[in-house]
């Protein structure tokens, strides 16, 4: 499946952003989807990408933290060095990754551009004027047609999970995000894009990181910090629906409309990922796996886990089965006539990720047998990345004021 380039570059939803009575201003957000196929059957294929990112991505961010703090991030143990390397052995030519992306300008005069707003990452990239590889059809940023654009004369380069990297030079630039604009923000050009950043494969032209400046592999200020450093963002806390519908970036606050109840923060246990305990997962209620250190990533589509936790939850589930042979290592079936609800407790409030949310396909064509959202991966020491599986069923407020991370039920 490709999307025409058309329909990504006149995507008015995109351009929505207006200032509400909390003085944030929200951006819409567009969902790429591609985990299930038509007929409701699994993508497999698509799956075991998804998964061999999200470690690659989350080994990327502990490389930067240790440059940047000359400390090993705590989350990172050796056992990645001995891992039985599965996921080695999948051809990356395209991460058919779920993602959320949505429109920002950059330059002057401001250019638009569409990008993947991810919380597990802290850099924004988009294509430079000399991409070589991978950034056709994609929008390219040009510094030499932007009078506020400044050479950093520093190189960067991300590796991806395929072994490729994304590459290029930082500048710094005026960037506007909803409305708020900060200045002299670093960014990439770049000069090569791996191919998972292909238009096939990522609809986006390129991708802002929102986490904490310790996993910057430009080791500068993110966009969001600059936002707050710079006074432009009402509040220093930004709040995301990921749900079908209404999907929405709110930034300087959160968007009152789109949760009721309170909001349970769980604080930062330390700050690089926006890093938090989940106190507990449990079955239909039924408490399965203590304590958790977990990572909430708007860019990765799955919840995963470490391989000891996430048998240990399935192992709750009558019917379930390791689906190594069927899907790919790590991942896990449960009866699709049976889906339970799982829920994460943080802050002491219990948020559930609803059968529809869980569930990533049937394994073939009228199987009994349903692919869970949550998969282990035996690349990561014991920590949980807490992605889109359930992001989807919250509002999730970043509170880099506080140093929180908020969930709520979405209204
Ligand atoms: C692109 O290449 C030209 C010619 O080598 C060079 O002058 C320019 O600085 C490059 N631009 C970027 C953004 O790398
Ligand atoms: C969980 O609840 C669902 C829906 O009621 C049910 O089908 C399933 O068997 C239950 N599973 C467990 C492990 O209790």
Redesign the pocket.
Known sequence: MRLPLGSLLALPLLASASPTPESGTRIALQKRARIMNADGTVNADALRKQLAYATAKTRRGFVAYEKNTGAKHPLDSAKGTTARRDTGSVPLADYSRELWYGQIAVGTPPQTYTVDFDTGSSDLFLP???CSANCAGHKVY???RSTTAA?AHRGFSLMYGDGSSVT??Q?SDTVSVAGLTATNQRLG?A?TYSAGFSTDAFPADGLLGLAYAHISSYAAPPVFASLVAQRAAAQPRFAFKLAADGAELFLGGADARLYTGAVAYAPVTHQGYWQVDVQSAAVNGTRAVGRLDAIVDTGTTLVVGDEVAVRALYAKIPGARDATLSVGMGFFTVPCDAIPTVGLTFAGTTFDISPAAFNLGRVSPGAPDCVGGIVAANQLSEFWIVGDVFLQNVYTVFDMGSNRVGFAHLS
């Open positions: 430079g004027p000399n040009d510094p030499a050479d290029g030079e500048y050009a000069k």
